[in-house]
């Protein structure tokens, strides 16, 4: 398998994940014009469009890829019936195009039909998990978002964290904020500001890096509870991640 990152908007990434045959499904396509541009370049057949969620910054392509392969299956929950999805799925649906398998997980937070597709070791997980951070709960409770963060979390070490954003930096930032003692987290923030530096992504990430440096999937962490005020092992981690995430939220 191959993965292909595109950098469009201001921070986001469309991924092309292709085979050996280069057929290819693409996920959450904010553009369409970069996509049809890499597709030519390196002569690839669109086999699927995958949508994690309805927003408009990964759905905004759809249309115009339709243009040019009006037969192109597109795969994503309910929310995004509206937005192109051909086909509905849900929690554990198995989607298989081409070489490809992809299981559903549903993770609401974000918002609330939320959900990532995964075939290892690649997670498209849109804008639950980042790199060093997690999405914001526009729809869904804190309840909801710590319990997919925990789904993720359960997932092999070496899984890809393919999220949809460009964040790690102001993530690292404020990781760096909340446990300003720990080494390895200062240390990814260093190497993650040299690398935005010089212009090059920080994702994907692995499920094992991140369970080392992402504070949101730290909740367990007592100097993390100390440091935004929460007597260690007084309150469900899920509050604790409730409390976090406003911190970050007005960080």
Known sequence: MNLIRIPVLSDNYIWLLCDESKHCVIVDPAESQPVL???????????????THHHHDH?????GLLNQHPDLPIYGPEETRTKGATHIVHENDIVNVENFSFKVIELPGHT???????QAPYLFCG?????GGCGRLFEGTAEQMFSSLEKIASLPDDTLICCAHEYTAANMTFAKSILPNNQTIHDYYQKIIEMRENQQATVPTTLQKEKKINVFLNCHDIDLQKNIGIKPNSIPLSSVFQQLRAYKDQF
């Open 112 to 118: 609330l039909g939320h959900i990532a597709f995964y």
């Open 59 to 63: 759905v905004g392509g759809v249309a």
């Open 37 to 51: 541009d890499i597709l030519a370049a390196n002569q690839i057949t669109p086999a699927a469009i995958l949508l």
């Open 127 to 131: 804008d639950t998990l980042f790199s």
